[in-house]
């Protein structure tokens, strides 16, 4: 049974570019969230998708946006990077359904660098 | 002030101690607690899930949650080596389960 699982593993761009991450969710779960975790720091929630709709956000600005496509999975896009987006992007799926046992498996993560 | 606050660490222990490693919070809210593992450059791996007060245990672990002070812990019993990695804690309220609030983690090294 696949677990999560984000390409690419690690990326490079520079300041001002823009970056799609994706994300496949764990086999039978419809529902995947990102978080960005930056060195040292636990993760934070940038959003959710929940039947290929943004069912909540975190504090991201709108430069962070996503989409979720009919076999679940999902890409996290970033526009004008810059430094302070460095940082490992998590993608985690859960059943979304039923909020009391929504318990969400993280993939590996995609490790952004901008210079 | 932090919503989740967790001591950074590092907290080094001989193999086969007795670790206990805490949260706090402030928004009394939350409803699920949940405990995860990660090690170096590596996605959170989920050990516990807790609804509300009480006890769970699973294995080596167990994990505690007192609502009344805001306070949660995880114990790892006869620790060992491979049990070297940082561990977050989660928690969610009712109303937003789907958003996942961390800690900022505690690194745990276990000396052989």
């Known amino acids: 049974d696949a677990g999560v699982t984000q390409s690419p593993t690690h990326l490079i761009k520079t300041r001002g570019q823009q970056v799609t991450l994706r994300c496949s969710p764990k086999?039978?779960?419809?529902?995947v969230s990102w978080y960005q975790q930056a060195l040292g720091q636990g993760p934070q929630f940038i959003f959710q998708y929940y039947e290929e709709e943004e069912r909540q956000r975190g504090n991201f600005p709108d430069r962070f946006s996503g989409h979720q496509f009919p076999n679940y999975s999902s890409e996290l896009n970033v526009n004008a990077l810059l430094l302070g987006d460095s940082a490992l992007y998590l993608c985690a799926s859960s059943l979304g359904a039923d909020q009391s046992t929504d318990t969400q498996y993280f993939g590996p993560g995609t490790r952004l660098t901008v210079l | 002030q932090k919503e989740v606050e967790q001591d950074p660490g590092p907290l080094s222990v001989p193999e086969g101690a007795i670790v206990s490693l805490n949260c706090t919070y402030s928004?009394?809210?939350?409803?699920?607690f949940m405990w995860y593992r990660q090690y170096s450059r590596k996605g959170p791996e989920l050990l516990m899930y807790?609804?509300?007060?009480g006890n769970k245990e699973d294995g080596r672990f167990t994990a505690q949650v007192d609502k009344s002070s805001k306070y949660i812990s995880l114990f790892i019993r006869d620790s060992q080596p491979s049990d070297s990695a940082t561990y977050l804690c989660?928690?969610?309220?009712?109303?937003?389960?789907?958003?996942?609030?961390f800690g900022s983690g505690t690194r745990l090294l276990v000396r052989p």
């Open positions: 807790t609804y509300s007060s």
């Open positions: 086999s039978g779960h419809d529902t």
């Open positions: 989660a928690m969610s309220s009712w109303d937003s389960s789907y958003k996942l609030i």
């Open positions: 928004n009394s809210a939350f409803q699920y």
